[in-house]
């Protein structure tokens, strides 16, 4: 390993841990499908996907690398400050057809900047099920902006004293939150064929929501 690739390694180490934590943070908030972290790089007006969590790498590959100027939700949320919320794949096709175009599934989204002073970093933003109401707001939207702030403030902490929080690698892939086991609920009926008669056991009409006998 060539000294430059180590200082490369040295430097995306130093935000990885806030990074992932955000992340993972923002997934559970949101219900979400995925979520991940763009951070500015050491090339002008281009963002880098830094963190991504709840998909594999690969298929994110074409938004890897994203410049600011382009007409995408993740470069409107940094150059704005401002955040976009795409409900799902109608209201993304409206917005930004070329990004909708290119998406493997259909799905609602949220960017938000991750922010510090007049300090813009980068862009948190989580993939959710779709929302059948364009005005509807995702589950945790308020929870993920305040995520967006933390994260914002621990990359400031990080900068102060030191070099610029920056992101020049591939994204680092980080494991979803485990979702806590399902509780199973079991209810029993039997229906008779010859006389169309259907019993149940009082488990199964509470499950059905049917009282009596």
Partial sequence: MTS????A???????????ADAVTEA????????AGVYLRS???????????????GPLFRPWWRM???RRFPVADAYRLGVRV???????TMRRYPQFAAG????????????????ATYGVLTVLHPALPDAGEAPAGHDRVVRIARELGSALAGLESGGPAVVWDGEPLCVR?????????????FAWDPATGALTADDRCRLLLGCSGA
Avoid: C, I, K, M
């Avoid at 430097?11 to 806030?18: D, G, K, L, M, V």
């Avoid at 998406?103 to 007049?118: D, R, W």
């Fill in 9 to 19: 390694d040295a430097t995306a180490a130093r935000p990885a841990a806030p990074l």
């Fill in 103 to 118: 998406l493997p599934f259909p799905f609602g989204s949220l960017y938000v900047p991750v922010t510090a002073g007049q």
């Fill in 67 to 69: 410049h600011v100027d």
């Fill in 27 to 34: 997934l559970g908030a949101a219900g979400g499908l995925a």
């Fill in 42 to 56: 050491t090339t002008a007006r281009l963002l880098r996907l830094a963190v991504l969590s709840g998909l594999p």
């Fill in 85 to 91: 919320a795409l409900p799902n794949a109608t209201e």
């Fill in 4 to 7: 430059e690739d180590e200082r």
């Fill in 176 to 188: 979803p939150p485990v979702a806590r086991a399902f509780e199973g609920r079991v209810g029993r």
